[in-house]
């Protein structure tokens, strides 16, 4: 069984249907619609094609609309771009159109919150850094004057960024409250909201959907680096993180974007929030049949560092090789968990899942005692699996979070919590009745695990349940035989 979940972006490369069922077999553990790209038709077709895939395949796929969020860009411009020399001084105006003449240059820049938050030398880099302005001088009216330091062919709607630049506007822009509507409509399993900056924007967004009646799970895309000042009351917010790492390398330095990944994937880890890390993993695939060894190298080190999920993007939406690119992330992936209790770590080392478990707090309740234990008595005892009963999916997360060698099969009554496990490391989850009683939950647990094929009659399994059942934290462990 491979323990980390595949997250796959749908879009023109997939749409085919066989090309989409090779891709659900290669391994995709949630399907994601980008909201910054395609039609709301387009989507509903996608997400209604998942669905249908997945239970002809019987497949576990969750679905997470990843929003647009406050995405800054240039307004319209004549066909084939404008040229920017380096040096030339212009203007970003939030209500004028594009004007070339004279020695004036107009540029629009349809976000007036992004003109009034300008400052004498913020550095804004355009279209991912391939252009860099400065600004010159404070806001006048709704239009700013900068000066070009990197120059080259601006071209209309490329993304704007403001390192530093702090912004009071709303996480979820008009845009977002319509797809937000659309996907309470489609009943998506997940929502991500993008730029992330304090937990504050969670909370909106999960305010939002409650009052349309609806309980996604939400996905914090830490894509700015103001986040990480702010991570441990928004992991308290989130149900899933995204290391967004295209963004993220845009706002802070490249160099410093690999340290970030760690702290966050630790953070993660610790608080036993489910993580997944993105953007460019296999990029050299969506015009190539093969990964490049620097690929291979960064999935594999994700893997090793603890990430619960890894996340293709235009490799499955727009590549040329969508089914070869899952399959060459699941290889890579599956390869490195192999590995990543015995010849990774340096000599003298703890194996992995001790090092993990030792960087963690100690437990402080009983949830967190119950699953230290779990996994500990589970390598004592040889037990094939850890059977764990969970209402919400935090025994699954907090059993996940200490990478056990053997697999966890959750047991949940509730849909959502069954789809939540599709983000979360090694977890397997099963539908399965409120219990009645301790030996039907006994004999329950017996029985998945056999049907699974992790364990045959005689053998041991690990089971935790909570008491009193279907009303109970998990406070109840028992070594069972099949």
């Not at 506007?169 to 509507?181: F, G, H, L, N, Y």
């Amino acid at each position: 069984m491979m323990r980390t979940k595949i997250v796959c972006t749908l879009g023109p490369a997939s749409d085919d249907e066989n090309v989409l069922r090779q891709i659900i077999r290669a391994g995709m553990d949630v399907a994601r619609i980008n909201f910054s790209h395609g039609t709301q038709s387009d989507h509903a077709r996608r997400i209604g094609l998942v669905r249908r895939l997945a239970q002809e395949e019987d497949a576990q796929v969750a679905i997470m609309g990843d929003l647009q969020g406050p995405k800054f860009r240039i307004g319209a411009l004549p066909a084939g771009g404008v040229l920017l020399e380096d040096g030339r001084r212009l203007v970003l105006s939030a209500s004028q159109p594009y004007a070339g003449d004279g020695a004036a240059l107009v540029i629009p820049m349809p976000h007036p919150d992004f003109i009034a938050a300008m400052r004498p030398g913020q550095r804004l880099l355009v279209d991912d850094g391939a252009l860099i302005l400065r600004a010159a001088a404070d806001p006048v009216g709704d239009a700013v004057l900068c000066d070009v330091v990197s120059g080259g062919i601006l071209t209309s709607r490329k993304g704007v960024s403001a390192p530093g630049a702090h912004f009071t506007m709303s996480a979820i822009t008009p845009k977002d409250r319509a797809d937000v509507q659309f996907a309470v409509e489609q009943r998506l399993d997940a929502l991500a909201l993008s730029f992330v900056r304090k937990d504050e924007d969670l909370i909106e967004l999960r305010e939002l959907v409650r009052a349309l009646g609806a309980d996604p799970i939400i996905v914090a895309k830490i894509e700015k680096p103001e986040a990480l000042d702010d991570l441990p009351d928004i992991l308290r917010a989130t149900d899933v993180v995204m290391v967004a790492r295209g963004d993220l390398g845009v706002e802070a330095p490249p160099e410093q974007v690999p340290f970030h990944q760690k702290t966050i994937i630790r953070s993660c880890l610790n608080a036993g929030v489910p993580v997944i890390t993105a953007t460019q993993m296999l990029q050299s695939m969506i015009e190539w049949p093969s990964p490049t060894r620097a690929e291979a190298s960064d999935i594999a080190n994700a893997v090793l560092d603890g990430t619960d999920a890894v996340m293709l993007s235009g490799e499955t939406a727009v590549g040329k090789y969508p089914v070869d690119s899952v399959r060459a992330m699941a290889n890579i992936a599956r390869h490195a968990e192999e590995h990543a209790w015995t010849a990774c770590q340096p000599p003298g080392f703890a194996s992995q899942p001790a090092a993990l478990r030792g960087n963690m707090p100690a437990p402080d309740d009983v949830t967190e005692a119950i699953t230290s234990a779990a996994v500990e008595i589970a390598d004592g005892v040889g037990a094939r699996a850890i059977v764990c009963t969970t209402a919400t999916g935090h025994t699954a997360r907090m059993m996940a979070r200490h990478r056990p060698t053997r697999p966890i099969l959750a047991l949940t009554p509730h849909y959502r919590t069954f789809q939540f496990t599709a983000f979360m490391w090694g977890v397997q989850a099963v539908l399965a009745p409120v219990f009645t009683s301790t030996d039907e939950m006994l004999a329950a647990a017996a029985r998945v695990a056999e049907q699974e094929g992790y364990a045959a009659p005689g053998d041991l399994i690990v089971v935790t349940g909570g008491l009193p059942l279907g009303a109970g934290k998990t406070n109840l462990i028992k070594v069972h035989e099949v």
